[in-house]
């Protein structure tokens, strides 16, 4: 949430600022802004409500500046009001920000600053903080230092003094930031997708630790002014990846990308047929001695972990609790040593699901993420990481990282299958299985047309839901919060079974009924609960397996799956569902990409 860049370098500052405000704009939309320090000792301030290209617009080209930073928001504190806008210039200080300062109302009494802000931002306060302490000391770091000790909350912020040309100061407490500098200059972003352009090698920056970014180098520095030389990383996929290639949306390329993406999560993994996890260093011990599992992580991610519980019960017989990271990081949790924790980010950074992991490993229990971002805090801080593949994730709504994490899941319940005495044949199968959910994948992106005339039926809905028993379920829960998400229909998911205690008296006539029954056991029962919601006049759109006998007064309209075996429909009932959002939202003419409110990478509680 918020998108930060710096850069000070040979190349011309407002380009690269905004460049990278580009790329980190599905972070936050409400507006944006720059700050650049010009070669002629001066400084250069723009910042306007609405997108990057607001920005760009009043930022005339061809400012003499070879260092500045930028900012795009997701509004916290204060109003989505061009004075709120970062960056924030205070005296000699300009800063932007990435978090929330919770003191920041304590501070403002405690030091005076009241009535003085231009801003209703948590965030003025903290150059206020800073410009004040830089009075008294004439030091940057010392004045960043001080400030630092007051301020409480969570932050990512960049910060330039006026009358210090070419050097920015950063520092950062749970919000993320990556560094890196390369022949073309110095950078820090929220995240590597800015800089890509520009260099691989890059290092995450640790928290609580003061950055001088210079031309040539970056100086880490602890609180007590030690030097460090933080670990650098390496981006392994190109520019092209952070790219629409050629798609009118980054979420449908995203979509199509699945079937590629969930074969490099899924085959590396893989020797002889069975799953193996020696390259990432993960012990068996923990899935052998564990007791129970508790799947901690927030949206779409939890709704793969609730796949994860299904199936990890269903062929271990092993207690797995699912909860949500903001709910979980506040209760008492009754987790300990024998419990396995598996934490799932695509992000790696969001702030919930991090407090959670820490809670967790305070209680004990062993932490195994599954995250995407390589180097992400939260993959840091766990015990041990499956990476996931999906490359980088752009668009807002989560389609390709949900897959992959659904793949890992079942990559774990097959080792823990291994591990707990289950004959190899047995894992043998279930992995072929999984293997070719690929081409199940593949299969269902075929029926793109066919989601697109049931979008334009259904995109004028107020409400929809989606129905299923079991696994179907536990699939329909990201089902409809995709359809939420980037359409703006009210949409849930229900247990088929559970609609008759009061959510079928809001079935009325047209209302759209996504209904999944992919599970064998329970097909029947499931025809029975969508004969009532048709009997009510409901618009049914049908998910069966392939070949599955339905009469035609059941749905309006009935999609097949070409799968075998129950336990994987998920997969290619994943891609019906993204299509069906992805065709609504685009009938109904909205930026699925960055739909309203939202924003990637929750960095705030
Ligand atoms: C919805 C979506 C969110 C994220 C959630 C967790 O499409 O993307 O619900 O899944 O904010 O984010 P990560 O996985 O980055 O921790």
Known sequence: MC????????????????????QLEYRGYDSAGMALLTDDGDFY????VGQVSALEAVCEPGIPSHCGIGHTRWATHGGVTDANAHPHAVGKVILLHNGIIENYHTISRQFGFEGLATSETDTEVAAQLIDYYYGQTQDPYEAIRKAIHIIDGSYAFCIL?????????????????????????????SDVTALIPYTKRYFAVPEQHILTITEDAIRVETMEGEIIHPDMLEVTWDVEAAQKGGYPHFMLKEIHEQPEVFRKTVTPRLRDGLPNFDAEGIPDSIFEECKSIQVIACGTAMYAGMVGRAIIEMQLRIPVTVSIASEFRYDTPLIDESTLVIVVSQSGE?????AALRLAKECGAKVLSIVNVKGSTIARESDYVLYTHAGPEIAVASTKAYMVQLSVFYLIAARMMLVRGKNQEEVRAFISN??????????????????????????????????????????????ALKLKEISYIHAEAYAAGELKHGTIALIEPGVPVIALAT?????????????????RGAYVILITKQGASVSDEVCDIHLEIPVE???????????????????????????????????????VE
């Open 3 to 22: 998108g930060i860049i710096g850069y000070t370098g040979p190349l011309q500052a407002r380009d690269v600022v905004l460049q990278g405000l580009r």
């Open 45 to 48: 301030l723009r910042k306007k």
């Open 161 to 189: 003094f006026t009358d210090i040309p070419g050097t920015i100061y950063a520092i950062r407490n749970v919000s993320p930031l990556v560094a890196a500098t390369s022949d073309q200059g110095s950078f820090i972003a």
């Open 350 to 354: 969001t702030i919930d699901t991090l």
């Open 434 to 479: 999984l293997t070719a959910a690929a081409d199940m994948i593949e299969n269902a992106l075929e029926q793109e047309e066919t989601l697109r005339k049931q979008a334009e039926k259904m995109a004028f809905s107020k409400d929809a839901f989606y129905i299923g028993r079991g696994l179907d379920y536990a699939f329909s829960l990201e089902g």
């Open 519 to 535: 599970q064998d056991k329970i097909f029947n029962k499931t025809i029975s609960n969508i004969r009532e919601v048709k009997a």
């Open 565 to 603: 075996d129950d336990r994987f429909t998920v997969f290619p009932c994943a891609v019906l569902w993204q299509l069906l959002a992805y065709y609504t939202a685009y009938v109904k003419g909205f930026d699925m990409d960055k739909p309203r409110n939202l924003a990637k990478s929750v960095t």
